[in-house]
C-alpha cells in the first residue's frame, strides 16, 4: 500500500516568505508527526496529532511555525516569515496510534532559505 | 532533562562480523524503545521495537537488547553486509514533566559494513 508522502520534495524560498509543506499520512493512521532534521543532527520533535485531539505543539520552535490536519489525515505545516535558520530537511511520519510506537515516515521535504 | 547518547563515531566493520550499536539514556523511564534505520536524503525506517518488560528481541539478522537499569540498549546485526552500511536511530517514547508527548531520537551511529 501507500506509504506516507510529502510534497514539495524540495523548497527554496526567500528569507521572510511564507511556506507551506505537506504531509499525506497512511490512511487509517490517526497519529500524525512533524520533525526536523538540520544536517548531522538528530530529529527535532515539532508536533504531533493524535485523532481529532488538539495537537501538541510544545516542540514548535516559535510562534512562526503552525500546524493543521484537516479531516484527520493531510496535514500541513507552515512557517511564516522563513529565516536562514529554518533550512533543514522536514520529515512527517504516521502510526496507527498514539501509543503504538513505530512510526512510518515519509521522505522529507528539503527546505532551503536563501 | 530527557537525554539519548549513540556514539557519533562512525563504526567500521567487516563484511561478515556482527555490529553492535550503543544506545544510552538518562532521566528516562520509557515504556519502549525503538531502532530506525536511516539511509542518505530518506525518511527513517522503522526496525524494531522493544518494551520495558522485554529482555531481547529479534527479528531476522538483528537482535535488540534493553537493559531498564543500565539504561542501555544494544542493537545487534549478525552476518552483516555492505547493504547495511547506514546511520541507526535510537528512539525513545516518553512524556515530559508537564505530561506532554515528546517522541524522542538520537542522532544516530554511521555504521559502514566494508566488502
Known amino acids: 500500500g501507500a506509504g506516507v508522502s510529502q510534497s514539495p520534495s524540495n523548497k527554496v524560498t526567500e528569507k521572510g516568505k511564507d511556506v507551506e509543506l505537506r504531509c499525506d499520512p497512511i490512511?487509517?493512521?490517526?497519529?500524525l508527526y512533524w520533525y526536523r532534521q538540520s544536517l548531522g543532527q538528530g530529529l527535532e520533535f515539532l508536533i504531533y496529532?493524535?485523532?481529532?485531539?488538539?495537537?501538541?505543539k510544545s516542540g514548535l520552535p516559535s510562534d512562526r511555525f503552525s500546524a493543521e490536519r484537516t479531516g484527520g489525515s493531510v496535514s500541513t505545516l507552515t512557517i511564516q516569515r522563513t529565516q536562514q535558520e529554518d533550512s533543514a530537511v522536514y520529515l512527517c511520519?504516521?502510526?496507527?496510534?498514539?501509543?503504538?510506537?513505530?512510526?512510518?515516515f515519509g521522505p522529507g521535504t528539503r527546505l532551503t532559505v536563501t | 532533562s530527557q537525554k539519548i547518547e549513540q556514539n557519533s563515531e562512525a563504526l567500521n566493520i567487516q563484511e561478515g562480523k556482527t555490529a553492535t550499536l550503543t544506545c544510552n539514556y538518562t532521566n528516562y523511564s520509557p515504556a519502549y524503545l525503538q531502532w530506525y534505520r536511516q539511509d542518505p536524503g530518506r525518511g527513517p525506517v522503522f526496525l524494531l521495537l522493544i518494551r520495558e518488560n522485554e529482555k531481547e528481541k529479534r527479528k531476522e539478522r538483528l537482535k535488540v537488547t534493553f537493559d531498564t537499569t543500565l539504561k542501555q540498549s544494544l542493537f545487534h546485526i549478525t552476518a552483516s553486509q555492505p547493504a547495511d552500511s547506514a546511520t541507526y536511530l535510537c528512539?525513545?517514547?516518553?512524556?515530559?514533566?508537564?505530561?506532554?508527548?515528546?517522541?524522542?531520537f538520537g542522532r544516530g551511529t554511521s555504521l559502514i559494513v566494508h566488502p
Open positions: 528512539a525513545l517514547d516518553g512524556f515530559s514533566s508537564g505530561g506532554s508527548y515528546i517522541p524522542t
Open positions: 496529532f493524535q485523532g481529532n485531539s488538539a495537537p501538541d
Open positions: 511520519a504516521s502510526s496507527p496510534g498514539l501509543t503504538t510506537g513505530e512510526q512510518y
Open positions: 490512511s487509517g493512521h490517526t497519529a
